[in-house]
Nanobody, 122 residues
Framework: VQLQAFGGGLVQAGSSLRLSCAAS????????IGWFRQAPGKEREFVAA????????RYADSVKGRFAVSRDNAKNNVYLQMVSLKPEDTAVYYC????????????????WGQGTQVTVSS
């Protein structure tokens, strides 16, 4: 499976954005999809993940209640709806494929696509 994240942009604090992770390949619906982000000078960190069926989601504490992950397997897409954005959400956002909703470490995900920049101004 190949993944591509897009939908980022420059927004003000308190704004909303929806990121999309578009996938190619027939096995997309077999994978957990995770969203991660990486700010300059920092390690890539877990943001959210969704199970292959979409029935289970998981979030980092820092985004819980503000971000929502969903997927449409018919369209080979996973979405990350972000509301009440904060300057500390500024990062490049990536999506990756995994095998378990319990995993949150970047090295446990693969098929990373090109990320999308999210910049939140104060």
């Amino acid at each position: 499976v190949q993944l591509q994240a897009f939908g980022g942009g420059l927004v003000q604090a308190g704004s909303s954005l929806r990121l999309s992770c578009a996938a190619s390949g027939r096995s997309f619906s077999n994978y957990v999809i995770g969203w991660f982000r990486q700010a300059p000078g920092k390690e890539r960190e877990f943001v959210a993940a969704i199970s292959s069926s979409g029935g289970t989601t998981r979030y980092a504490d820092s985004v819980k209640g503000r971000f929502a992950v969903s997927r449409d397997n018919a369209k080979n897409n996973v979405y990350l709806q972000m509301v009440s954005l904060k300057p500390e959400d500024t990062a490049v956002y990536y999506c990756g494929s995994g095998l378990s909703i319990r995993t949150t470490m970047p090295h446990q995900y693969g098929y990373w696509g090109q990320g999308t920049q999210v910049t939140v101004s104060s």
